[in-house]
């Protein structure tokens, strides 16, 4: 398969990318205090040198007192730590890159450290069980809403090419879209996927508000939980249109569509992906990730299982079809900043394998 696919340019609304590869987001806990540091500014220039065409960073705090759970963590609030993005952003444009924040509040979901108050739908951690806390207040929801537009501001104002939020994987946002952790019997619950999908609008709508028309802002999404690998919040087509839909008319411009294995099909009958789905039903550009150029799955990487370099033919097949616009890369990236010149120069034999050790350096 000629690899070309990966390397036509992409625009939509002000973000010109160079070719279709995105960082995915990957948390590093390296920003101790919450404070990206002048390393963490040199590991995304390191992409941008090197061909990434748009560098996602780790998820990064709003202003909420536990929008995280680990103080090393980079918190996306306060003048020391947005000095410290502004850095990053600098550094990144320096090399000719383009950066977008993922805007990030864990919710429920458990860390090393308790920054705070917990914000939840409804105070449980899972589907299941009694809750360990008390739900989110109306004041708790429209202050969490307010945080994460005045992060997108702070994006804008410090140079961001573009905002990503976080709303899989069972944290805060997906928290409310999965009936497993939203039992809620007012506005921001109920029955539909559109009822547990407000609290995501109203967030798309004070971000869109912040940044106006013009710059992109991704939403990153996910059926699987890390509470639950096997949960999926849409069982059917028409279920995911009922919350894609509503997303891309409050404000969502592009569908970051999280799957661990970004080959395996999201309904039966179709070879599509979730990437796929979301393009076909509501027309909006989407990103694929998961599992892109390796053997084995992010999640077992944790355990320590290491991975090889594995074929993108499949890939490219489906880049090609136009199944989906942008592809998400993540240990590849954490493992080798130079993992896209080599994929481009066809360098294939350079290609590492992702070792766990990785986790522990910013290379
Ligand atoms: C060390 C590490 C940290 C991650 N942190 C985040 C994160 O902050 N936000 C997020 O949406 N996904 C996160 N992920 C998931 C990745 O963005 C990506 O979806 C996953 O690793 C699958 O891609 P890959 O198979 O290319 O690694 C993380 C993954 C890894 C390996």
């Known amino acids: ?22 960082m995915a987001p990957m948390t590093r806990s390296f920003s101790p205090g919450g404070v990206p540091t002048d390393d963490v500014a040199a590991y995304y220039r390191r992409r941008a040198e090197n061909q990434v065409g748009l560098i996602v960073t780790e998820g990064t705090g709003v202003a909420r007192p536990a929008s995280l759970n680990d103080a090393k963590v980079p918190r996306f609030h306060g003048e020391k730590e947005l000095a410290g993005w502004k850095k990053v952003v600098d550094e990144v444009h320096a090399a000719g890159g383009l950066i977008a924040p993922q805007l990030w509040h864990v919710g429920a979901a458990k ?30 929801i429209a ?10 501001a702070d994006a804008k104002r410090l140079g961001f090419d573009a905002v990503e939020l976080h709303g899989a ?3 805060l946002i997906d928290q409310f879209f999965w ?28 971000v869109r508000a912040a940044v106006g028309p013009d710059y992109p802002v991704i939403i990153r999404l996910s059926q699987w939980k890390q509470q639950d690998y096997a949960a999926r919040l849409a069982t059917t087509p028409q279920e995911m249109e009922a919350w894609l839909q509503p997303l891309a008319d409050a404000g969502a411009d592009i569908f970051h569509c999280s799957q661990r294995r970004f080959w395996e099909p999201e309904f039966e009958g179709s070879d599509l992906n979730f990437a796929g789905w979301a393009k076909k039903l509501t027309g909006a550009p989407t990103i694929t990730v ?11 990487a944790f355990g320590g299982e290491g991975s090889q370099p594995a074929s993108l033919d499949r890939l490219l097949e489906r880049l090609e079809r136009g199944e989906f616009d942008l592809v998400g890369v993540g240990r590849a ?3 080798d900043p130079e993992w896209v010149v080599k994929v481009h120069e066809g360098r294939n034999g350079e290609l590492q394998n992702f070792e766990r050790q990785a986790l522990g350096v910013l290379y």
């Open 111 to 140: 860390g090393p450290d308790q920054l705070g108050k917990v914000d939840s739908p409804s105070g449980l951690s899972k589907a299941g069980g009694n809750p360990f806390t008390e739900p989110m207040t109306d004041a708790d």
């Open 290 to 300: 998961g599992s892109v150029g390796l053997s084995g799955e992010f999640i077992a």
């Open 143 to 152: 202050d969490t809403i307010a945080a994460f537009g005045q992060a997108a």
């Open 179 to 206: 009936p497993g952790t939203n039992v809620r019997a007012d506005k921001w619950g109920g029955p539909t996927l559109g009822e547990r999908g407000r609290f995501a609008a109203e967030i798309l709508k004070a």
């Open 333 to 335: 990236l954490l493992q």
């Open 1 to 22: 398969m000629a690899i070309d696919a990966l390397f036509k340019p992409f625009e939509f609304k002000s973000l010109k990318l160079p070719n279709r590869v995105v």
């Open 169 to 171: 994987h069972g944290y």
